[in-house]
């Protein structure tokens, strides 16, 4: 499986963009998002499969994770950006369907994109 993310960029805060992930190769059963400010640890973001959409506390309310399976691409748009969203994104995939207490875990995931960054500024 190979992915392909993109959407990153520079916005003010407040404003919003659309990171896209479009996966080839053998079929998705769960998709994720994760960031890494510098400094600090890869974070978990949103994680999608069907019929369910789980979210990191900070992101709660502001972000949306989405799926089309007829592109085979997974979506995060983000909304209301904080300075502190600033950060490489990566997507990342699994062929199995990750069970909800384990999609923030960066090893339950096989399949990563190359990071777009998204710079907020203030």
């Known amino acids: 499986v190979q992915l392909q993310a993109s959407g990153g960029g520079l916005v003010q805060a407040g404003g919003s963009l659309r990171l896209s992930c479009a996966a080839s190769?053998?079929?998705?059963?769960?998709s994720a998002w994760f960031r890494q400010a510098p400094g600090k640890e890869r974070e978990f973001i949103a994680a999608w499969k069907p019929g369910h959409a789980y979210y990191a506390d900070s992101v709660k309310g502001r972000f949306t994770i989405s799926r089309d399976n007829a592109k085979n691409t997974v979506y995060l748009q983000m909304n209301s950006l904080k300075p502190e969203d600033t950060a490489v994104y990566y997507c990342a995939c699994a062929t199995s369907s990750v069970i909800q207490s384990a999609v923030s875990r960066p090893d339950m995931y096989i399949y990563w994109g190359q990071g777009t960054l998204v710079t907020v500024s203030s």
């Open positions: 190769g053998r079929t998705i059963r769960t």
